[in-house]
């Protein structure tokens, strides 16, 4: 199957500072990306859609200048926290999807990065 | 809109005992719709998914769903347990979204096993 990796896994940051997420396709080209947050205990809920060489949609609801997403690259999108506070605080996973190919229209899953804003 | 509900946030079983991991759907189309497991600190595995083909889907690792029009319901079942299988599990439908397409997760059923 197709592989997906996060960047960092864990990390803690203070307050008022910005932190960037990276998501990497490693085997597969993926026009299309998406940012995912899971608070403890929940489901995950889609925060917006990257595409490629395009500006990202985002979901109703999300700030599109905090959560800065960037898809520069077949294999390569990137979430920035922007000025981030404690509510921030959570579990942030991407996906891939794959656009041809026997996986197609299926999206598979970075491990996530859990994000702690003191 | 499209929507899953997962009935169990928890479901306990013996090693080597069936398990049924209840999912209803809601959609007013014919959805798609999916099973997705997650292991602490690993990504979401796919276990199978339904498109409108068969009813009765078979995935990894002995998991099979039955999609049940009628019953609005697409359950997870596997015959028999391993220790393995002790994870959060997601019933997802495809659904639209601002971008024109997404995944709308359950809340998740943590499944227990125990020797």
């Known amino acids: 199957g197709a592989v997906v990796s996060q960047h960092p896994s864990w990390v803690i940051c203070k307050s008022g500072t910005s932190v960037k997420i990276e998501c990497r396709s490693l085997?597969?080209?993926?026009?299309?990306m998406f940012w995912y947050r899971q608070f403890p205990k929940q489901s995950l809920m889609l925060m917006a859609t990257?595409?490629?060489?395009?500006?990202?949609?985002?979901e109703q609801g999300v700030e599109k200048d905090k959560f800065l997403i960037n898809h520069a690259s077949l294999t390569l999108s990137t979430l920035t926290v922007t000025s981030a506070h404690p509510e921030d605080s959570s579990f942030y996973i991407c996906?891939?999807?794959?656009?041809?190919?026997?996986?197609?229209?299926?999206?598979?899953f970075g491990p996530g990065t859990r994000l702690t804003v003191l | 809109a499209q929507s899953v509900t997962q009935l169990d946030s928890h479901v306990s079983v013996s090693e080597g005992t069936p398990v049924l991991l209840r999912c209803n759907y809601s959609?007013?189309?014919?959805?798609?719709l999916f099973w997705y497991v997650q292991h602490p600190n690993k990504g979401l595995q796919l276990l199978l998914k339904?498109?409108?083909?068969?009813?009765l889907v078979k995935g990894i690792n002995g998991f099979e769903a039955e999609f049940k029009k009628s019953e609005t319901s697409f359950h997870l079942t596997k015959p028999s347990a391993h220790m393995s299988d002790a994870a959060e599990y997601f019933c997802?439908?495809?659904?639209?979204?601002?971008?024109?397409?997404?995944?709308?997760f359950g809340k998740g059923t943590s499944l227990l096993v125990t020797p």
């Open positions: 996906s891939a999807r794959i656009s041809a190919g026997t996986f197609y229209n299926e999206q598979f």
């Open positions: 085997d597969f080209q993926a026009t299309t």
């Open positions: 990257s595409n490629e060489g395009s500006k990202a949609t985002y």
């Open positions: 959609s007013s189309y014919s959805p798609s």
């Open positions: 339904y498109t409108s083909a068969a009813t």
């Open positions: 997802v439908v495809s659904a639209t979204s601002n971008s024109g397409y997404a995944l709308n």
